[in-house]
């Protein structure tokens, strides 16, 4: 419901807000308006903070100019429970100079109402002369409109190229107020609203300075400039570990493979929807799965191989095909098949052990094997031969590569006296196989030692002696008679020759 009040003015002013008198029943939002007397809207409010009941009073953004002896309209808009007196402007108007609210019938009808959602002119005359309660605030005077003010500036504003950027501004000040936009200080064609939306951006228009003039009759206000950022779109772009692959010298027949790593140097995500290699059917690549999604600054590996099926140099290409912008990416390719050898060298060729004692083990000695060929070697079987030999470290089926190599451990163990001789078979594909490596030593029976004692006969009566050694004198004895020692001597079989032993012997009393 729109419910107003028609009035006029001996003077000249200006109309600043609107009021209106609430029960505690009138909840809801309420909008002040003036019009003029053909029902033009000159400006509109929303009232805020009200209390539950009483004058409630809005201000306009900009007071409005009135010319004297001219009637005017003020309204407010409400959901219901409104105030009002019947009658009240039936016969008289009220006076309050230099203000009158009219009276019905004098020059315009008053309890002025309409029934409606939002802003509507309020074209209806109460038949009986309502007084609805609405008021203005007024202020006389011809001073003339007030001039322009920004109260909210421009603000700086960041997009991507190929985006618009809307820049805005408020202001206050006497209406109506005109706008005209500038760019970097010159003014833009057809740029004429409170609000301002560029074309699609570019990164050239980075750094542009906007900003806006408001005018009225009154003056005119320069908003503070606001800053355009255009950034680039984002984009992937391709970057490989190397932009040429030599495999060198590859034995026909064998597969040798390099890693080459691609990396997304852009700011979107790489899509590769190809890697393929071309020129020669011996250059493949692996290693992946297409489509690859490679995010930015990250990176991916494929695999070129290089398998020749003869001698001679070949050469090729790998093409990437992708999203970025300089596609496909070519990474050239180049390698020599090469005759294949098949090389064992084996060292030492023979292995003396000397002379070992029976029944026990000599030092270990190592015989390495190493592929000095340019491809791969089955070693097939390892073999040794002769009594008392053994050798560890070579389980086989073993393949090796070219250069590497393998260690062999072997050992000499007699059980009998007299020389032993053996060997060790090495059976692959290399060329002489097998590989032989000789072996010799001899067995020799350990040499008994022993030390002779004799000592004085006790003063006392005893049933016999106990000998005790140490190779530290006067500490740490060990017993080593197992019977008690009737005599007075004693033969100690179990020492080493060259060293020093100490012995004590102590006398076992009769008692």
Avoid: C
């Amino acid at each position: 419901m729109e419910l107003g009040v028609s009035f006029k003015s001996d003077v000249s002013g200006y109309i600043t807000g609107v009021r209106f008198y609430k029960g505690v029943n009138n909840t809801g939002t309420h909008l002040g308006h003036l019009w003029s007397s053909t029902g033009t809207l000159l400006a509109t409010a929303t009232f805020t903070g009200e209390s539950a009941s009483g004058w409630q009073q809005v201000k306009f953004s900009s007071p409005v100019a009135i010319n004297a002896n001219t009637v005017y309209v003020a309204s407010y808009y409400t959901t219901g429970h409104w105030s009002y007196d019947l009658n009240y402007f039936a016969t008289s108007g009220v006076d309050n100079a230099p203000l009158h609210a009219l009276a019905n019938g004098n020059g315009a009808g008053n309890g002025v109402y309409v029934y409606g959602n939002g802003t509507v002119f309020p074209n209806s005359n109460s038949t009986n002369g309502a007084n609805y309660w609405v008021d203005v605030v007024f202020s006389a005077g011809s001073s003339g409109p007030t001039a322009p003010t920004i109260t909210t500036q421009p603000q700086n504003q960041t997009v991507v190229a190929g985006q618009s950027a809307t820049f805005a501004v408020s202001a206050g000040g006497t209406a109506p107020l005109s706008y005209q936009w500038q760019k970097n200080g010159v003014s833009i064609a057809g740029a004429t609203s409170a609000n301002y939306t560029t074309p699609a951006t570019a990164t050239t228009d980075n750094g542009l300075a906007f900003r806006v003039l408001v005018s009225n009759a009154g003056g005119t206000a320069t908003s503070s400039a606001a800053t355009l950022t255009v950034s680039a779109v984002a984009a992937p772009s391709i970057q490989v570990s190397s932009s040429s692959i030599n495999f060198g010298n590859d034995p026909v027949g064998t597969n040798t493979s390099q890693a080459l790593i691609i990396t997304n140097t852009g700011t979107a995500t790489l899509s590769i929807t190809q890697v393929t290699a071309s020129g020669s059917t011996a250059f493949t690549v692996g290693g992946y799965s297409p489509p690859l999604s490679v995010s930015a600054g990250q990176k991916t590996t494929v695999m070129a191989n290089f398998l020749p099926a003869s001698v001679g140099a070949t050469s090729g290409n790998i093409s990437i095909v992708s999203n970025a912008s300089a596609t496909p990416t070519s990474v050239a390719l180049s390698g020599s098949g090469v005759a294949a050898t098949y090389t064992l060298n084996v060292s030492p060729t023979s292995l003396s052990f000397g002379n070992v004692t029976t029944g026990t083990s000599s030092s270990s000695q190592n015989v390495t094997v190493t592929n000095t060929g340019n491809s791969k070697v089955g070693i097939s079987q390892i073999a040794v031969s002769g009594t008392g030999y053994s050798v560890t470290g070579g389980s086989t089926p073993v393949t090796l590569s070219p250069s590497q190599t393998l260690t062999l451990t072997t050992q000499f163990h007699p059980t009998v006296a007299g020389s032993a001789s053996g060997s060790i078979s090495i059976v692959s594909n290399a060329t002489g196989s097998p590989a032989t490596v000789s072996l010799s030593g001899t067995g020799v029976v350990p040499v008994q030692h022993s030390v002779a004692l004799t000592w004085g006969a006790s003063s006392s009566s005893v049933s016999g002696y106990n000998i005790y050694r140490s190779t530290v004198n006067g500490s740490s004895y060990t017993k080593v008679n197992s019977l008690l020692v009737t005599g007075l001597s004693f033969s100690d079989a179990n020492v080493q020759s060259g060293g020093t032993y100490y012995y004590v012997t102590t006398a076992v009393d009769a008692a």
